[in-house]
């Protein structure tokens, strides 16, 4: 089995550090959580997208090998798969280990993306789809493109504005309960979540303002380790990971339940390598919501609602805060931020958190079971994680 040790997340409303400053914060403090000295590290994977677009670097591996004279010949590798960039390199760590190459992994996640102007970083993270073959024209490559997702479930199964302002006022109060997160010091007015265009103006199509998540510098690691270690933690009882074609219109199914068939058939592979029979087994989940729509897509591709009900969760009040199977209780990406490299490595910390109680004004009150959800792309790359106590 593979545990999580401890970990680290910087503060997402930081701006200003450079990629390395928040690299370096991350690690170390991930060291200090965990209670493990440099020296017992054997290897280090990295999550970052686009370092050399926002700053002109690449080879971040080489800067974990920078932090400590014991990690000086290091062996370190980078990993990209958009925003799920931070869970390829959790499991390309988790393979280390299973492998029995080694006992202790460092996992890391960095993205600077707030040093430019949102129209550039926009177009800086369009690289994540199709240059020159989607979101031709759209000043924002990404609102547009899940734009395109949202106008596809409201043609297969209808869809309210309602339940995704619902989903918007859940994750931003969420985030306020959040020390770290990127919005926790925000006001939010009466009627800002709705389809007022003047509080909450359209983006792309018929996404608004407060659908979308935020630019967000920042960074998080976790440490990994096998059972050989002879450390409790946390453990990762399964994962689950599946890539679709890149364009958008390959990967809408027009026939079955199912909008993505890949994501439904990453989240049964990871309840059914953990042993879990669906989400009545789990107690939190930590899911990709760059966009309200994610969350909404991901609320039936989950299990908690029969597909193209995933509204029926959000109306219940299931994945409140307070309710049955809380969502997000960190903010998710809309609330807490959205670091790309580092998400899907925040998450799992999150998630380790939760189990193991020490989630702080987050703690969803008996956790013993979370999943996390990490997304790249348009859905094109999808990565799960249960984490057990």
């Known amino acids: 089995m593979i545990r999580v040790l401890g970990g680290h997340q910087t503060d997402f409303a930081r ?212 059972d050989r270690y002879g450390r409790p933690g946390p453990a990762i009882s399964g994962w689950g990971h599946r890539t679709a074609p890149m364009l958008l219109k390959d990967k809408l199914a027009t026939r079955g339940p199912y909008l993505f068939p890949h994501l439904r058939r990453a989240a049964l592979d990871t309840y059914e390598r953990a042993g879990l029979s669906g989400p009545g087994d789990v107690d939190v989940i930590e899911t990709h919501d760059c966009f309200t729509i994610t969350e909404y897509v991901a609320l039936d591709h989950l299990g908690l609602t029969p597909p193209g009900e995933s509204w029926r969760a959000v109306e219940s009040g299931e994945i409140e805060f307070g309710g049955s199977l809380p969502v997000n209780p960190s903010g998710g990406l809309i609330g807490l931020g959205h670091p790309v490299g580092a998400t899907g490595v925040r998450m799992l910390y999150d998630a380790a958190r939760q189990v193991s109680g020490t989630a702080g004004e987050c703690q969803v009150e008996g956790a013993r079971t979370a999943l996390t959800l990490n997304i790249g792309g348009s859905c094109t790359t999808v990565a799960l994680f249960a984490v057990t106590a």
Not at 155 to 167: D, M, P, T, W
């Open 15 to 226: 701006t200003g550090a450079s990629l390395y400053d928040m690299l370096r914060e991350a690690c170390l403090g991930a060291l200090e959580s965990a209670g493990v000295p440099a020296q017992d590290v054997q290897v280090a994977h990295v999550g970052n997208l686009a370092g050399e677009l926002f700053a002109g670097q690449a080879h971040l591996g080489g800067m974990v090998a920078a932090m400590d004279p014991a990690w000086s010949m290091l062996p370190a590798s980078r990993h990209e798969a958009a925003c799920a960039s931070g869970s390829m390199a959790v499991l390309a760590a988790m393979a280390d280990l299973e492998a029995g190459r080694y006992d202790v992994a460092l996992v890391a996640g960095v993205e600077l993306m707030r040093n430019v102007g949102a129209k550039e970083a926009a177009q800086h993270l369009g690289c994540a789809a199709w240059a020159g073959r989607e979101a031709q024209g759209a000043d924002f490559p990404w609102p547009a493109l899940f734009a395109e997702i949202a106008d596809a479930v409201d043609a297969r199964h209808g869809l309210a504005h309602e339940h995704l302002a619902r989903i918007a006022e859940i994750n931003h109060g969420n985030a306020l309960r959040n020390p770290l997160a990127q919005t926790r010091s925000w006001t939010f007015p009466d009627g800002c979540f709705g389809a007022d265009d003047a509080l909450n103006p359209p983006v792309e199509g018929r996404l608004r303002k407060y659908d979308c998540g935020r630019i967000t510098d920042g960074a998080a690691a976790v440490v990994l380790a096998s």
